[in-house]
């Protein structure tokens, strides 16, 4: 198992930006593969990014991020980051970090080990 602590979330006008962090403990951070997913208020949590276990992670991106965010990994320092760009307001969700073991993934039942979560509120 693996503990993960999310931080960075906030509140921010439409097309600022915020970057979230995920620092995690437990079992070698290197070999998970890593995600952010989101929830809106009344919405089912979605998948956000996910990137590949190893030093070069290849990623995945919603298509609703796509262009937007970027995630990437910082294995010497067991963190892995999401960098939002362009927010909009239905970007407005509570961030979750979240660990797995397989790749390509990007759905909710491949990851086993969750943080708690983080808001973020984009005004318009």
């Known amino acids: 198992q693996v503990q993960l602590v999310e931080s960075g979330g906030g509140l921010v006008q439409a097309g600022g930006s915020l970057r979230l962090s995920c620092a995690a403990s437990?079992?070698?951070?290197?070999?998970?593969?890593m995600g952010w997913f989101r929830q809106a208020p009344g919405k089912e949590r979605e998948s956000v990014a996910t990137?590949?276990?190893?030093?070069?992670?290849?990623?995945y991106y919603a298509v609703s991020v796509k262009g937007r965010f970027t995630i990437s990994r910082d294995n010497a320092k067991n963190t892995v980051y999401l960098q939002m760009s362009s927010l909009k307001p239905e970007d407005t969700a509570v961030y979750y970090c979240a660990a797995g073991s397989r790749w390509p993934s990007s759905s909710l039942t491949d990851f086993g080990s969750w943080g708690q979560g983080t808001q973020v509120t984009v005004s318009s």
């Open positions: 437990g079992r070698a951070f290197s070999g998970y593969t």
């Open positions: 990137i590949k276990w190893g030093s070069v992670g290849s990623t």
